[in-house]
T-cell receptor
Framework: NAGVTQTPKFQVLKTGQSMTLQCAQD?????MSWYRQDPGMGLRLIHY???????DQGEVPNGYNVSRSTTEDFPLRLLSAAPSQTSVYFC????????????FGEGSRLTVL | DAKTTQPPSMDCAEGRAANLPCNHS???????VYWYRQIHSQGPQYIIH???NNETNEMASLIITEDRKSSTLILPHATLRDTAVYYC???????????FGQGTRLTINP
C-alpha cells in the first residue's frame, strides 16, 4: 500500500494563479481531510469529507474548494492564489469518520509570490 | 472539544524515558485523548489514544489520571529519532475533525 499520496511536493505560484493539490489514498478510507501548517504553528483544518459526494468546511476554508467524486481522491483547489496561502498542506485519511486515527501524507509545500 | 495545554518544549537524554504531560481539565466524559507526533517537516503520525484506562502499544504508553483532567505520554526508551513535536488532542467520538494545537517540541539529546 502506498498510503496517502500527495502531489506535487513543491509548487511555486504567482498571485492570482489557480492550481490543484492532489491527494489519493489506497486504503479505502471513508474520511479524508486537508490541513495547512504555517511556520511554527499547529495544523489547521481546511476542508474534510466523510465519504464520496460529501464535503464540509473546516476552520479555514476561504480561498479553497474541494470535491470528492471517488473514495480514493480528494483534490484541493486554490481558485486565485494569494501570498497568505503560502504554507505546507497535508492531506489525511481515516477508515471511519468517527475515528481519530488519521494517516497523513508527506505534505505539499506551496509558495505564492 | 476540550482545550489542551502542553509545555512548549522539553529535553530528554537518549535511552531515558520521556514523559510528556498534557492538561485537559475541561474534558468531558465521552472525549478521547489522542497523541500524534510530527518529525521535522513530515506529516503527523498517530501514536496512541485512550478514554479512561491506561493504554500501551509498541510506540508508547498513555497514562490518564483518574479524574481525566490530565495525561502523560511515555516513550520508555527515547532515541534520537523520537525528536519531534508531540501533539495532545482531545475530541469526542462523534467529532470528525482533529484540532492540533502548538504541541511540545521534544528534543532527545545524545
Amino acid at each position: 500500500n502506498a498510503g496517502v499520496t500527495q502531489t506535487p511536493k513543491f509548487q511555486v505560484l504567482k498571485t492570482g494563479q489557480s492550481m490543484t493539490l492532489q491527494c489519493a489514498q489506497d486504503m479505502n478510507h471513508e474520511y479524508m481531510s486537508w490541513y495547512r501548517q504555517d511556520p511554527g504553528m499547529g495544523l489547521r483544518l481546511i476542508h474534510y469529507s466523510v465519504g464520496a459526494g460529501i464535503t464540509d468546511q473546516g476552520e479555514v476554508p476561504n480561498g479553497y474548494n474541494v470535491s470528492r467524486s471517488t473514495t480514493e481522491d480528494f483534490p484541493l483547489r486554490l481558485l486565485s492564489a494569494a501570498p497568505s496561502q503560502t504554507s505546507v498542506y497535508f492531506c489525511a485519511s481515516s477508515y471511519d469518520p468517527r475515528a481519530g486515527e488519521l494517516f497523513f501524507g508527506e505534505g505539499s509545500r506551496l509558495t505564492v509570490l | 472539544d476540550a482545550k489542551t495545554t502542553q509545555p512548549p518544549s522539553m529535553d530528554c537524554a537518549e535511552g531515558r524515558a520521556a514523559n510528556l504531560p498534557c492538561n485537559h481539565s475541561t474534558i468531558s466524559g465521552n472525549e478521547y485523548v489522542y497523541w500524534y507526533r510530527q518529525i521535522h517537516s513530515q506529516g503527523p503520525q498517530y501514536i496512541i489514544h485512550g478514554l479512561k484506562n491506561n493504554e500501551t502499544n509498541e510506540m508508547a504508553s498513555l497514562i490518564i489520571t483518574e479524574d481525566r483532567k490530565s495525561s502523560t505520554l511515555i516513550l520508555p526508551h527515547a532515541t534520537l529519532r523520537d525528536t519531534a513535536v508531540y501533539y495532545c488532542i482531545v475530541r469526542g467520538e462523534g467529532a470528525q475533525k482533529l484540532v492540533f494545537g502548538q504541541g511540545t517540541r521534544l528534543t532527545i539529546n545524545p
